[in-house]
Nanobody, 119 residues
């Protein structure tokens, strides 16, 4: 199966920046990836979706502040978060949906990484 490993996150002051990364491993033929977050007491929400070969869509709350990028050779995606606000505090999850080289559909989640924005 496909596994996702996240890194990055941590504590940052309001207005600061952080970068998250998510590396997918496995026999992947095609993959679409996305970033979600879940704040305490709230439902998990989509932050950014990166369809395979398509353009990234961002949640309105992060447009202009968050940017995604990807290294297709490494099946790795990044979430650059700038101008962070306290309301961005959440556990961030990487998600992947796609097809393996054996033509099996898959969906995988990363382990989650905590982002805390506080002075």
């Amino acid at each position: 199966q496909v596994q996702l490993v996240e890194s990055g996150g941590g504590l940052v002051q309001p207005g600061g920046s952080l970068r998250l990364s998510c590396a997918a491993s496995g026999s992947i033929l095609r993959i679409a990836m996305g970033w979600y977050r879940q704040a305490p007491g709230k439902q998990r929400e989509l932050v950014a979706s990166m369809p395979s070969g398509g353009t990234t869509n961002y949640a309105d709350s992060v447009k202009g502040r968050f940017t995604t990028s990807r290294d297709n050779a490494k099946n790795t995606v990044y979430l650059q978060m700038n101008s962070l606000r306290p309301e961005d505090t959440a556990v961030y999850y990487c998600n992947a949906i796609g097809l393996t080289t054996t033509r099996l559909n898959f969906e995988s989640w990363g382990q989650g990484t905590q982002v805390t924005v506080s002075s």
